[in-house]
């Protein structure tokens, strides 16, 4: 199975700070590696597939980038409703794998 | 606008079987672009991926794939008449309480999770 690796667990960080998470997958999976943002008690929410594309209805503050095993979350300017929990995901083969989530925290 | 939702037991026995069912809308399930994946989530803890089905027009057949270390106990399917997929995890233990949420994939995109169900926690308990 292909190990997903994300940095870091957690992290606290400011209104309008530009904050970067990655993901590092133990074999190359191409650009196939998609970005969720979780909040408690709900299901999660794509932001980016394909590991660059914005899904519809995400603010463009959101970006994702890499390619074969190294990935980047980036949120330019975060905004209250940023706190959360992010995953990423390798379908790149099955079976499909998460990282084990970055917990976004209030500074 | 696909829509998912999850159903089945809320508390189940230790050695028990679970069978949830996720049912769709919006989209047929013989259409590949609406393939549907099982992930749950224990309390706290990350999502863990269980498994997903898809129609394959060129095999004019259904794939099917799982988890590696569940796939003894799990078996997914579908009844298209009904748009509804069914998973089955056997031999339920405590670890398998979790939150179990469906969720729309794209065959012919990235296989990314584009629609979710609310989920439905399930406790394993006597």
């Known amino acids: 199975d292909i190990q997903m690796t994300q940095s870091p667990s957690s992290l606290s960080a400011s209104v309008g700070d530009r904050v970067t998470i990655t993901c590092r997958a133990s074999?190359?999976?191409?650009?196939?590696l998609n970005w969720y943002q979780q909040k408690p008690g709900k299901a999660p929410k794509l932001l980016i597939y394909?590991?660059?594309s914005l899904q519809s209805g995400v603010p463009s503050r959101f970006s994702g980038s890499g390619s074969g095993t190294d990935f980047t979350l980036t949120i330019s300017s975060l905004q209250p409703e940023d706190f959360a929990t992010y995953y990423c995901?390798?379908?790149?083969?099955?079976?499909?794998?998460f990282g084990q989530g970055t917990r976004l925290e209030i500074k | 606008q696909v829509t998912l939702k999850e159903s089945g037991p809320v508390l189940v026995k230790p050695t028990e079987t679970l069978t949830l069912t996720c049912t769709v809308s919006?989209?047929?399930?013989?259409?590949?672009?609406?393939?549907v994946s099982w992930i749950r989530q224990p309390p706290g803890k990350a999502l863990e991926w269980l498994a997903h089905?898809?129609?394959?027009?060129?095999?004019?057949?259904?794939?099917?794939s799982y988890n590696t270390s569940l796939k003894s106990r799990l078996t997914i399917s579908k009844d298209t008449s009904k748009s509804q997929v069914v998973l089955t995890l056997t031999n339920m233990e405590p670890v398998d309480t979790a939150t179990y949420y469906c969720?729309?994939?794209?065959?012919?995109?990235?296989?990314?999770?584009?629609?979710w169900g609310q989920g439905t926690l399930v406790t394993v308990s006597s």
């Open positions: 074999q190359s999976i191409s650009r196939y």
């Open positions: 995901q390798q379908s790149f083969i099955t079976p499909i794998t």
């Open positions: 089905i898809f129609s394959n027009y060129e095999k004019s057949s259904d794939e099917k």
């Open positions: 394909g590991a660059s």
């Open positions: 969720a729309r994939a794209d065959a012919y995109a990235w296989l990314e999770n584009d629609s």
């Open positions: 919006g989209l047929s399930l013989s259409n590949a672009r609406m393939g």
